[in-house]
């Protein structure tokens, strides 16, 4: 049996603001998102980490000098789309 993913996009503009991962994941359940990009995540380094709710996030940046951390992009994934993650793990680089 075949089951959908629901799959949308966001504009962070910043995550380095308190709250604003837990309002994503807020957001990610209020649409019944599976999966949810983003960009301009801005943080300064790239990894991985579990959020309150068990959702995972994986987060990159290009490195640079820039101390402005104006770039990033994310996935937010629920604890369904992560076991289905297939391949090998992100490379840190």
């Known amino acids: 049996m075949k089951k959908k993913i629901k799959i949308g996009m966001w504009n962070a503009r910043t995550l380095r603001e308190t709250g604003k991962l837990r309002q994503a994941v807020a957001c990610?359940?209020?649409?019944?998102?599976?999966?949810?990009?983003?960009?301009?995540?801005?943080?300064r380094e790239s990894g991985e980490m579990t959020t309150h709710d068990g959702a995972t996030f994986i987060y990159s940046r290009r490195p640079q000098d820039d101390t402005n951390s104006r770039e990033g992009v994310g996935i937010l994934m629920d604890k369904e789309a992560k076991r289905s993650l297939s391949g090998a793990p992100y490379r840190q680089e």
């Open 28 to 43: 990610m359940k209020s649409y019944r998102l599976n999966i949810l990009g983003m960009s301009e995540v801005r943080w």
